[in-house]
């Protein structure tokens, strides 16, 4: 569904589905970061729902669920402090990452294309950065909004990479389903 335009990165709470369809290949994202060809394919055929809360004007905690059994949820938290924080993820082990607003110019460029982003908040994107502690991999997320076959969605442009030299970018495109419940 097309996020109304009521959402902005300074207001995405709400539940929010991932479109495989419009998405890159979560598997191929998975595999760079180590995760095992199990989980992948249980990522694989799960539908994938965020539920975004926001404490603040610069806090967002993002729950991610996923359909197939046995996979659990998780909840990260992004301050947009630029701070480096660490947490203990169920897939991914010790990770750290860090968040802050960047320009349009600075996202555009990150993103490795020439896509245009929608200019919704005052020619900002949200930059997260972070990776495993152990330096296995890093990754990068710009989001934003934008429009995608007629319709505007929330999207995370993802730039992943690991210490074998292997690297992936592509997008995950995001549907609004509702408010909050």
Not at 103 to 114: C, F, H, K, V
Not at 130 to 139: F, I, K, L, Y
């Amino acid at each position: 569904m097309s996020a109304p335009s009521s959402k902005t990165l300074a207001n995405l709470q709400g539940r929010w589905k991932l479109n495989k369809t419009l998405s890159a290949d979560v598997a191929s994202i998975l595999a760079l970061q180590g995760t095992s060809k199990l989980i992948r394919s249980a990522i694989g055929s799960a539908s994938v729902t965020l539920t975004i809360t926001q404490p603040s004007e610069e806090e967002y905690r993002i729950k991610q669920t996923a359909t197939a059994a046995a996979i659990p949820g998780t909840t990260e938290q992004y301050i947009l402090d630029n701070e480096w924080r660490t947490n203990k993820d169920p897939f991914f082990g010790e990770v750290k990452g860090r968040s802050r607003w960047i320009s349009l110019d600075e996202g555009t460029e990150m993103q490795g294309s020439d896509e245009k982003w929608e200019d919704s908040d005052e020619g900002k994107l949200i930059l997260a950065e972070g990776g495993s502690m152990d330096g296995r991999w890093e990754a990068t997320r710009v989001w934003g909004f934008k429009d995608v076959e007629g319709a505007r969605r929330w999207i995370q442009s993802v730039h992943v990479w690991n210490k074998e030299g292997e690297d992936f970018r592509g997008k995950m495109v995001y549907d609004y389903d509702s408010e909050q419940k």
